[in-house]
């Protein structure tokens, strides 16, 4: 398992805050029934990142097995003593699959209350940390207010995403961040759809976009 600084061409400017943005930055894409790839079947996905080259985001509503003292074991931050000691919150601290590229490598979607050099910022409110400093700091109780650990990200090349959409693979709307850090998985893809009065039910109807 990795933590790095995130070097992923589509983020590219955004420690300037000058990163070319695109239509679907800051939105979350719903899967449709006809999603053809199961790395995608009724997902929830927050977009960080679109642009002419690309487009990165995370996977909302899958489970991970691994626990947050599993990572910091890993990572030899601590011992089995240690991992035993550390408080409910801090071993409860939620880890979920972000997509199905590079999974064996860390990020952390987060409230911007906490900042380091590597954080970068993916909305006015949410930032974006792959650096072992954030890991740190939870452990320790820290860290920011509102987050949530992701192992894998999805990853489109340029004009891939809006060919899928165009192929009414994908719904969009704005994402709540409230939804973003949400614990409860297992409902909400249906959450997501509510956002835009959407019921599953209706989905074969509806066209890819909002």
């Known amino acids: 398992m990795a933590f790095s600084k995130l070097t992923d061409p589509t983020m590219a400017g955004s420690e300037r805050g000058d990163r070319e943005r695109g239509f679907l930055d800051g939105q979350f894409l719903i899967a449709m029934p006809g999603m ?36 910091l074991l890993h990572l030899d931050m601590i011992d089995q003593h240690d991992a035993i000691m550390l408080p409910q919150k801090t071993r409860e601290f939620p880890i979920q699959t972000g997509g199905p590229v590079e999974t064996g490598r860390g990020f952390v979607l ?3 209350d906490y900042l380091s050099e590597s954080s970068i910022p993916v909305s006015e409110d949410i930032c974006l940390t792959a650096t072992l400093d954030i890991v740190r700091a939870i452990s320790a109780g820290g860290g920011p207010r509102r987050a949530t650990m992701l192992l894998g990200y999805a990853g489109w090349a340029g004009g891939q ?29 249906e959450r997501a759809l509510a956002l835009m009065g959407i019921s599953p039910g209706m989905l074969s109807n509806e066209a890819g976009h909002a």
């Open 36 to 71: 053809f790839d199961q790395n995608f079947a009724r997902t929830v996905i927050y977009v960080c990142a679109h642009s002419p080259a690309g487009a990165m985001g995370f996977i909302l509503n899958r489970r991970q097995s691994i626990t947050f003292p599993d990572i």
């Open 161 to 189: 995403l809006e060919a899928e959409i165009a192929n009414n693979g994908w719904l969009h709307c704005p994402a709540s961040e409230d939804l973003i850090f949400d614990p409860k998985l297992d409902d909400k893809y």
């Open 110 to 112: 987060h409230s911007d």
